[in-house]
């Protein structure tokens, strides 16, 4: 009986050291485990025995990726889209490295060939609306994150980005809305209480803007005195 995946994938190694998928299944599974440098070495010896294989491009873009080396991840999603066309979590991850790039049309094509392939894909609808809010196209963002609050109600990301976008939009009211129903489901959320005193601020809300700049402070964020005090100057008029 082997330990783990680990010890199962190195002894199908020893027995079989020309073989791809020992390699890249041992890679998966340091990956996984976060052992993202043993995970690299099993995904180069996995294409070079067996190049023609998709996913441990795909995988080593991935480390590539976090490992901030953007282009090299670029060209392994690249060449992982070359092998095979219909794999859709390369589009994704491809996607993401665009929106790091700020390439966010190419991002936009790529996350929609993800939700193409699943349209359930929520992350893919998360990442995006991100985007959209990155390049002012709030009424997309908040599409984007409405689907996937029909999926999932309790999405608080989706809330996050879908408020943002309804604050660029200075559509303060709807914003709290989406504030009110974060902190609802995590009423300890510091950040929510944060930008949420930077809605009311807007709204000339300036005590309930104050309130909450003390409550984020007290679950450990922080805001500069010179907009305490300012708060504080307009609250006593």
């Known amino acids: 009986v082997w330990e783990n995946s680990e010890t199962l994938w190195t002894d199908f190694i020893k027995t079989h050291p020309n073989h791809h998928k020992g390699y890249a299944s041992r890679g998966n599974y340091y990956a996984q485990n976060e052992d993202y440098d043993r995970a690299f070495d099993d995904f180069n010896m996995a294409i070079k025995i067996k190049p023609e294989m998709p996913r441990p491009y795909s995988s080593r873009g991935n480390i590539y990726s976090m490992r901030g080396q953007l282009d090299l991840a670029m060209a392994d999603y690249d060449k992982a889209i070359e092998l095979d ?23 936009f094509a790529d996350y929609g060939k993800a939700i193409e392939y699943d349209p359930n894909n929520m992350q893919a609808y998360i990442n995006r609306s991100y985007a959209y809010v990155e390049v002012g196209s709030y009424d997309e963002a908040i599409a984007d994150c409405n689907i996937v609050l029909g999926i999932n109600p309790n999405h608080q990301d989706a809330y996050l980005y879908r408020r943002i976008a309804y604050f660029r939009k200075t559509d303060y009211e709807t914003a709290l809305n989406d504030f009110n129903m974060v902190l609802r489901m995590n009423p300890n959320n510091g950040m929510t209480y944060f930008n949420r005193s930077l809605c009311y601020n807007s709204m000339q809300n300036y005590r309930n803007a104050l309130q909450d700049a003390q409550k984020a402070i007290s679950l450990g964020q922080q805001f500069s005195q010179e907009y305490l005090d300012k708060l504080k100057k307009k609250i006593v008029g």
């Open 85 to 107: 066309p219909d794999y859709p979590d390369v589009y994704f991850n491809r996607a993401v490295t665009h929106s790091i790039n700020k390439n966010y049309e190419l991002a």
